[in-house]
């Protein structure tokens, strides 16, 4: 079933190089949206939703933005609380700063630091684990509390301000699993890859942000 | 807690699921599109495609499959068979392949896998280990479907390549391939334990015991079959049933899309 409200809507995936796009492209197709891919900045200016996904390295993210002039025009469209969605290095790239492969200063919206999993167990952390929802907020509607989200990744956002962070999952620590703040929401774990549950996800943040327009 | 993954294999040629699909509900059995989403319906963790023909005029047919697969199917999928180059990896994961896996490309050139690291992020690479355990009890790679022995030691090489920046290893022992007997349980546990990376463990599953298994005694990270589910004796949910009764963790949902959306 699809929400027709969400044809209308105007979703704008940021294109710029990273391996997973087609796959959030389908998964947003899935629930009934109609995105866009773009990688020019100006392609935020009308947009009811924009979706940063990503896979691999922040210090390739970090420059690959910079070369599309992406960077003030993201914190800019996320200063004015406009609906943003991050996903797995979109949610990394938001934090100030990652220790992925030596220091790399991120888009700094979200306070704290990327840093490597704890030792112990086998790094990526990679398939399904148990999300547990430590606030119920729309983006969970339907979503039963401890359901699974695939994961794959090495790093972890260590957040400074824990009260962002709706959901976590246990891998030797609490990783940082989805965070939200005002219209901002990022998943360290792929909607697109952690099957009905996971496009949940994507129905409820676009139907969470339909029909609110854009302040301007 | 993460759960261990199970992992279903399609082994496809020429666009054609082949050895054994015996699905009567579906229309056509040899889709290898229409099995993925059928076993992601049924609670699949994760699958993988091996173009078991891997010629180059058949290229186009994998990446037509890859794209309608990744159309359908909301989980990850892994794609190998006949990939030589990072040029070939960048073309299965664009068209919608989550990770990629190399087997002989990467004995015979191991820069394969630092290059497709680079390019691509380790998690999406994949090294298949084919392994033999040989009458004096060392184990010994093999390319080539299991053909060509090469003198090297499999924990060696799995070392070697998660070096190299494999983000996991697809372990398949030539001993117990094809015989539904078990995994081989010291093979799996020699690599998985010298290694970093997650290993699954694949060749021998003929029912959910041997899967618990390969976890509590092999420490495989997943397991990988395709006989037992594609004769349909063992559906998924109860293989995944008696695993999670053996105390391992395990995915239990497999909610339908039209139902969830």
């Known amino acids: 079933m699809s929400d027709p409200e969400l044809a209308d809507l105007d979703v704008i995936i940021l294109d710029y190089g990273a391996g997973n796009l087609r796959s959030v492209v389908r998964a947003v197709e899935r629930v009934g949206a109609k995105p866009e891919v773009a990688s020019v900045a100006a392609a935020m200016d ?56 030596g220091e790399h200063p991120c888009l700094d919206v979200l306070e704290g630091r990327v840093v490597r999993l704890p030792e112990g167990r086998k790094i990526p952390h990679m398939g399904w684990n148990r999300v547990d929802q430590r606030r119920r907020t729309p983006l969970f509607d339907g979503i039963p509390d401890g359901s699974h989200f695939y994961f794959v990744h090495s790093y972890f956002c260590d957040m400074a301000q824990p009260e962002d962070v709706v959901a976590v999952a246990d891998y030797g620590t609490d990783v940082t699993a989805v965070v939200e703040r005002g219209k901002l929401a990022a998943t360290q774990f792929h909607p697109e890859k952690s099957g009905a549950y996971g496009l949940r996800i994507y129905r409820n943040f676009l139907l969470e942000h339909s029909g609110n327009g854009v302040s301007r | 807690m993460l759960t261990k993954r199970i992992i279903a294999c399609f082994d496809v040629d020429a666009g054609r699921v082949v050895k054994g699909i015996s699905f009567v509900e579906l229309r056509d059995a040899g889709d290898p599109v229409e099995l993925a989403a059928l076993y992601d319906h049924e609670g699949i963790d994760e699958l993988v495609f091996l173009d078991i023909t891997a010629s180059h005029e058949d290229r186009n047919t994998v990446v037509d499959m890859v794209r309608h697969t990744a159309d359908r199917v909301f989980i990850p999928f892994t794609v190998g068979g006949g990939l030589r180059s990072d040029d070939d990896m960048r073309l299965m994961l664009e068209s919608g392949a989550d990770k990629i896996t190399i087997n002989t490309a990467a004995v015979e050139r191991p820069e394969l896998i630092s290059e497709g690291a680079h390019r691509f992020g380790s998690q999406c690479i994949v090294v298949a280990i084919d392994a033999r355990t040989e009458a004096d009890g060392s184990m010994q790679v093999y390319t080539h479907g299991g053909r060509r022995p090469t003198g090297m030691d499999a924990v060696a090489w799995a070392q070697e390549v998660v070096e190299r920046g494999a983000g996991e290893i697809m372990l398949t022992s030539m001993n117990t391939d094809g015989h539904q007997d078990g995994y081989d349980l010291s093979l799996t546990r020699a690599v998985s334990d010298a290694v970093s990376v997650p290993v699954i463990a694949s060749g021998g599953a003929g029912n959910a015991q041997h899967m618990i298994d390969a976890i509590t005694d092999g420490n495989a990270d997943a397991v990988l079959a ?36």
């Open chain 1, 46 to 101: 009308e947009a009811d939703v924009v979706i940063l996904p990503g896979v691999g390295a922040a210090a390739d993210t970090m420059h690959n933005l910079r070369e599309l002039r992406l960077i003030e025009p993201i914190r800019e469209y996320i200063a004015a609380d406009r609906p943003f969605l991050g996903v797995c290095m979109g949610l990394q790239a938001l934090m100030t700063v990652s220790e992925e492969g």
């Open chain 2, 226 to 261: 395709a006989s037992i589910f594609h004769f349909g004796t063992h559906p998924i949910m109860d293989v995944k049933r008696q695993m999670q009764a053996a105390g391992i963790p395990i995915r239990m949902e497999h909610a339908d899309y039209d139902d969830v959306l």
